[in-house]
């Protein structure tokens, strides 16, 4: 079983920052891509940022010069620093990875951790 544990989340003003990181762990032979989505309330489900392994990055054009993510590929873990933060910005954070572990590649998600920017 692989399991992505997701810490960070919080309360923070407009302007604010922070930094959510997310930790895999169980049967892993390799992790293709680490990401992180978001969901507001009545909204779908959308990508913020991904990175490959290659240290590639992808950014929804909301967050693009506001947020930074990166990865430490020896700790399995993806970071998402989170600066300028806007009230829109509002939602629950989830990660994601695509991975190779035991029975093939797949997808694993973690179980959300929730950001409020505060007007």
């Known amino acids: 079983q692989v399991q992505l544990v997701e810490s960070g989340g919080g309360l923070v003003q407009a302007g604010g920052s922070l930094r959510l990181s997310c930790a895999a762990s169980?049967?892993?032979?390799?992790?293709?891509?680490m990401g992180w989505y978001r969901q507001a309330p009545g909204k779908q489900r959308e990508l913020v940022a991904d990175?490959?392994?290659?240290?590639?990055?992808n950014y929804a054009d909301s967050v693009k010069g506001r947020f930074t993510i990166s990865r430490d590929n020896a700790k399995n873990t993806v970071y998402l620093q989170m600066n300028s933060l806007k009230p829109e910005d509002t939602a629950v954070y989830y990660c994601?990875?695509?991975?190779?572990?035991?029975?093939?590649?797949?997808?694993?998600w973690g179980q959300g951790t929730q950001v409020t920017v505060s007007s």
């Open positions: 994601n990875a695509y991975l190779d572990g035991r029975g093939g590649y797949f997808y694993s």
């Open positions: 169980g049967s892993i032979f390799s992790i293709v891509t």
């Open positions: 990175i490959a392994s290659s240290g590639s990055t």
